[in-house]
């Protein structure tokens, strides 16, 4: 079936930039997303890009997709304290939006 | 932009009683909702989808008769946890698509139940 992975954990110095990776299996996906989730929040969408594309960028934010490896990063340039949260890849596939396991984002300084 | 509200944001119950948790599309219909689990440093698990009109698609392994849903507007869609026991601890959010074409949900700020 359809599976999303994510490393858990990623800790990066506050000014470097955050780079999270992603994977999925369902070749057919239209749309993956990043969402971002707070403490004790529901998610947030970030941004998303179509299967057709290999490069969004939004303002601090850069989304790359290899779809031949089916590899989808998130890149957040100048990453600050406020960054820190869980960030959630997602496809889309069939009717159903089918989410990674989250990354858990930390900022030292 | 499209808001969902949850209500309530969180709930505290005894065990055995039934807890009711409202998913409300704000400035938007929703025929179709989807409702989601999550664990402690965990995923989310979508539970099932919820189908304005008529009636829910369970996932695998998730009770029907346990967790009831009821989507009887456009705008609104419930969750009941019947005889709720404290392994039915969660948070449950639910989300809606916002009509665009980009398949974008949006999500509500989610429920906190914690079952005593």
């Known amino acids: 079936g359809e599976d999303v992975e994510q490393s858990l954990f990623l800790s990066v110095r506050e000014g470097d930039s955050s780079v999270i990776n992603c994977t999925y299996t369902?070749?057919?996906?239209?749309?993956l997303y990043w969402y971002k989730q707070e403490p004790g929040a529901g998610l947030q969408l970030l941004t998303y890009i179509f299967s057709n594309m290999d490069m969004k960028q939004d303002q601090r934010l850069t989304v790359l997709l290899n779809k031949k490896d089916k590899h989808l990063s998130l890149r957040i340039a100048d990453t600050q304290t406020g960054d820190s949260a869980i960030y959630f890849c997602a496809e889309s596939s069939a009717s159903k939006i089918i989410f990674g396991s989250g990354t858990r984002l930390s900022i030292r300084p | 932009g499209a808001v969902v509200s949850q209500h309530p944001s969180w709930v505290i119950c005894k065990s055995g009683t039934s807890v009711k948790i409202e998913c409300r599309s704000l400035d938007f219909q929703a025929t179709t909702m989807f409702w989601y689990r999550q664990f402690p440093k965990q995923s989310l698990m979508l539970m099932a989808t919820s189908n304005e009109g008529s009636k829910a698609t369970y996932e695998q392994g998730v009770e029907k008769d346990k967790f009831l849903i009821n989507h009887a507007s456009l705008t609104l869609s419930t969750l009941t946890v019947t005889s709720a026991h404290p392994e039915d601890s969660s948070f449950y959010i639910c989300?809606?698509?916002?009509?665009?074409?980009?398949?974008?949900?949006?999500f509500g700020a989610g429920s906190r139940l914690t079952v005593l």
């Open positions: 369902d070749s057919s996906s239209t749309y």
């Open positions: 989300s809606a698509y916002v009509s665009g074409g980009a398949n974008v949900l949006t």
